[in-house]
């Protein structure tokens, strides 16, 4: 590649690489939708047999492929690969341009492959995802506020839950590896940049180009089948499915390219010296949740095809009618589905692990039964997707094996456990939001981990299975755990990714907000589950008033919390005070880049000779 | 893990924090243990079967074998968050010691959590054979039950129907449950049974009711508009009276 290099194109005025951004990607993904459409429309033969939606399934399909293909096509994600066909690759200053050399404001909305400015944007989308989803929940919670419900239809109701689910999903999949995972970890290992610049700048904008499909899902009948979207029934569901479908397989192909190239980048790139053993264990976190996206994802896209092929093109993956089955969609859906929650979780807790050292002052407490933790529950994590279908009769023989293996995940998460106990003992606590968080995400997960074990056993779970309980469990740990994680990641990485401190008062105040509204709220979706309220449902019976009352003012209080917090970024990123380089006086590498950071992070890339959680008094 | 401390001192247990953090373990593990079982007991339906009641036993026992290490480690937090705490822009001085591992530590803590694996494995194991070895029961009513958007109807072994479901106490009961449209979830919610319907297969479940009285049964699996209303009664009678019932309803199915 290096001596196609050598023949730069000396581009008269702009070249079409300054030229794209999200403006014409938006118009470029419109025309081309329309087009499409106007052409399906006029050219695609009628149904023959009586089978419904079968022509608008295709019709929606294709203009929604041609919004994806026009959008990346005008972001500019194929230049680089057709230049490269026509043996003229980039130029040097091309690359630079790329990379937002110019370090304007409008990097922010073009195809840029700095690893800091992809970073930020995934950290907007990503809260701009929990702003929809948590009015989304807000919709729910105050439906579900009276037993009647009633104010919203059911049709839109089981939207507002199917579209919720899906959305926080993604939310909390990029939430870590998302915005710290791309700004902080290649500065972490002292890298300049990611391994894949290009591919760095095309996972995020895969993501943009995903949301336009379940918008318009929002338009066409919804998506009224739940985040999982359980055959037979989805395919029998309004023409919004094939907005799931879409932004499924599109946020799939997102997924499996950041999965890539984070995994390439750590390693390949760490600095001089920086041996496994002395690599911090947010590295190890971050690696092991898009590394577990690796296998996984590609069979999210999978089972989303044959969805897709069902509606459209009349095959029977899936209806049992043509000789398909439900189960298959089952298999496949959490094949993809067990492993996602750790891609969710272990990051989360991983960040939170890198914080403990530094807020107590003291190392990092057994760093290797850590990465055993960490490994164990990624190699389990894969062999338990079964664990949701122990009462879908597709296998009753198999449930005892898959007790087994999900109940041996308590040993791994057990580890994780041990080394934040650990570490908090005998530190000198320094009191911050993500001090305390640490803290919370040890009582969240603590009771989402023991929830879990009911869950986990089969006779119990031919009880708990589908009903409120199962909803609280997961907003427990992905909520509980991974969110309360992720937050504290925000206010710790703050001063470098802004330049900013964080405001204290506002963090706290979010803080408690947040963890007393969450527990009041799950506590109270416990009860009526135990009570036996179904899961996804609009009305219930009188005798499940209070517990949802009781949620519902939790829900209220969660959003005040997550409000105050929203203006605490927005305050503080516009007029927080200034931060120092290392404000935490840390001893991980990005807090030795400058504020702002440089273009390509080190001027020297450093060689590190020790691991990072140095801290404590030697005795004497 | 209380030996998280440097052993070099031969009277670690004698350090003043250890002491502490031991008997908060104690207060802990009983207060979660206590609240844990109540706050499900409490909050859970009551039992109208012999498996419910097993699902009950099994909340306790798992919940007071889980509360020794949630209490440890809630003991450990309250040791360490009542401990000096430092507010303040810049960071406290370093602890005064660098311990990171404690091989001891890591191995008690890694065996007894496999020990507990195990023991819910094994209990858990326990009480699943014996649920499905209750499909098997000989002398059970046959029921087929129908889910379809959005109703249940239940088919008796004499030919009667019907969409409320009538079963006699004490004898036990194997429904053979399927779909006609998409997958439904079948809940008897007191008998801590569930079971999904699916379209084109048929599934099995087996109960035994050891209560005369009205429970609920529900769908537990989103099936589209209705889902929430996808719920009938199960009427437990007498068998005096349930023999009569299904006589008379196979009577009105035979005039058709
Ligand atoms: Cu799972
Ligand atoms: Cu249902």
């Not at chain 1, 230049?79 to 040097?92: N, T």
């Not at chain 1, 318009?216 to 479908?245: C, D, E, R, V």
């Not at chain 2, 810049?90 to 530590?105: C, L, T, V």
Request: charged share 10%.
């Amino acid at each position: 590649m290096t001596t196609l290099m050598s023949k730069p194109v000396s581009a008269p005025g702009k070249s079409v690489i300054e030229r794209l951004n999200i403006v014409t990607a938006v118009v470029l993904g419109a025309v081309s939708a329309f087009v499409v459409w106007r052409l399906a429309l006029q050219f695609l033969p009628a149904d023959t047999e009586v089978r419904l939606f079968t022509r608008e399934d295709k019709i929606t399909l294709l203009s929604m492929v041609a919004w994806f293909i026009g959008f990346m096509t005008g972001i500019g994600a194929l230049v680089g690969p057709f230049r490269w066909v026509m043996g003229k690759d980039l130029s040097h200053d091309e690359n630079m341009f790329l990379a937002g050399k110019d370090m304007g404001v409008n990097r922010y909305f073009r195809y840029t492959t700095d690893h800091k400015v992809v970073g930020i944007q995934y950290l907007v989308i990503t809260m701009v995802i929990f702003g929809i989803g948590g009015i989304l929940a807000m919709l729910i919670r105050t439906n579900l506020g009276t037993p009647e419900g009633g104010w919203i239809h059911p049709q839109a109701y089981n939207s507002i839950v199917g579209t919720h689910g899906i959305i926080m999903i993604v939310g909390t999949i990029i939430m870590v590896t998302g915005p710290f995972g791309n700004f902080i970890m290649p500065i972490m290992i002292g890298a300049r940049d990611m391994a894949f610049p290009r591919l760095n700048a095309l996972s995020f904008w895969l993501i943009v180009a995903a949301a336009i499909p379940l918008i318009w899902a929002q338009f066409i009948g919804g998506i009224s089948t739940g985040w999982s979207a359980y055959n037979p029934l989805a395919g029998q569901a309004p023409l919004g499915m094939n907005g799931y479908i879409m932004f499924i397989c599109i946020f799939a192909i997102s997924t499996m390219v950041a999965g890539a190239n984070i995994t390439t980048t750590i390693v390949r790139m760490r600095a001089n010296g920086m041996t496994w053993n002395r690599t911090p264990i947010f590295i190890y976190g971050t690696m092991a949740s898009v590394a577990l996206a690796l296998p996984a994802f590609p069979v999210f896209f999978l089972s989303q095809v044959m969805s897709a092929m069902d509606r459209a093109l009349d095959t029977s993956f899936y209806n049992t009618a043509g000789g398909g089955s439900g189960w298959l969609y089952e298999n496949l859906f959490w094949i993809m589905g067990h492993p996602e929650v750790y891609v969710i979780l272990i990051p989360a807790v991983a960040a939170l692990m890198e914080m403990a050292p530094v807020f107590t002052r003291r190392p990092l407490f057994s760093f290797n039964v850590a990465v055993m933790g960490i490994a164990g529950i990624s190699g389990l994590s894969v062999l338990v997707w079964a664990h949701h279908m122990y009462i879908s009769g597709w296998a009753p023989l198999l449930n005892a094996p898959f007790m087994l293996t999900t109940e041996l995940i308590s040993i791994p998460t057990g580890m994780l456990f041990l080394v934040l106990v650990g570490t908090l003992w005998r530190g000198r606590l320094w009191m911050t939001m993500p001090t305390m968080s640490i803290f919370a995400l040890l009582w969240n997960f603590m009771i989402g981990g023991i929830t879990g074990i009911y869950l986990s056993d089969v006779p119990a779970d031919a009880f708990l299975h589908g009903s409120m309980y199962v909803t609280a469990h997961f907003h427990y740990t992905l909520m509980g755990a991974g969110l309360t994680g992720a937050l504290a990641a925000l206010v710790y990485w703050f001063p470098k990714m802004t330049g900013r401190m964080f405001d204290k008062k506002l963090s706290w105040i979010s803080f408690w907000l947040v963890q007393i509204g969450f527990n009041v709220a799950f506590i109270g979706m416990f009860t009526v589950g135990l009570a036996g309220q179904p899961r996804r449902v609009e009305s219930y019976a009188s005798t499940f008033n209070t517990g949802n009352l009781i949620t519902t003012i939790g829900a209220y209080t969660i959003m005040v919390g997550m409000l105050v917090l929203l203006h605490g970024v927005i305050s503080s990123w516009r007029s927080g005070d200034k931060a120092p380089m290392n404000p935490w006086q840390a001893k991980t590498l990005e807090w030795t880049v400058p504020n702002p950071i440089p273009l390509e992070n080190f001027d020297v890339l450093p060689t590190v000779t020790s691991d990072a959680y140095g801290y404590g008094k030697a005795k004497s | 893990m209380t030996d998280l401390m440097n052993s070099k001192k031969p009277q670690w247990w004698k350090s003043p924090d250890v002491k502490k953090t031991a008997i908060l373990w104690v207060i802990c593990t009983a207060i979660v243990g206590y609240v844990g079982t109540e706050f499900h007991v409490r909050s859970i339906v009551e039992p109208a079967s012999e498996t419910m009641t097993g699902v009950i036993d099994l909340m306790r026992i798992f919940t007071w074998a889980a509360s020794p290490v949630a209490g440890l480690v809630f003991a450990i937090c309250l040791t360490v968050l009542t401990s000096k705490r430092h507010y303040g822009d810049n960071p406290p001085a370093e602890a005064d010691h660098q311990i990171s591992n404690s091989p001891r530590a890591n191995a008690v803590w890694i065996v007894v959590s496999a020990l507990l694996c195990l023991f819910a494995l094994i209990t858990g194991l326990i009480v699943l054979q014996k649920d499905s070895e209750a499909v098997l029961e000989s002398t059970a009513i046959q029921m087929n039950v129908t889910g379809s958007q959005w109703v249940w109807s239940f088919d008796y072994p004499n030919g009667a129907r019907s969409e409320d479901l009538y079963l006699p106490v004490d004898k036990p009961v194997v429904f053979h449950i399927t779909s006609v449209d998409v997958k439904h979830s079948f809940w008897i919610v007191q008998m801590g049974i569930k079971m999904d319907a699916n379209p084109g297969a048929i599934t099995e479940a087996a109960v035994t009711p050891n209560k005369i009285g009205v429970f609920d049964i529900r769908c537990a699996e989103l099936c589209g508009l209705l889902h929430a209303y996808m719920q009938t009664k199960v009427h437990v009678v007498s068998q005096n009276d349930y023999d009569k019932w299904v006589a008379e309803h196979a009577a009105l199915e035979g005039r058709a």
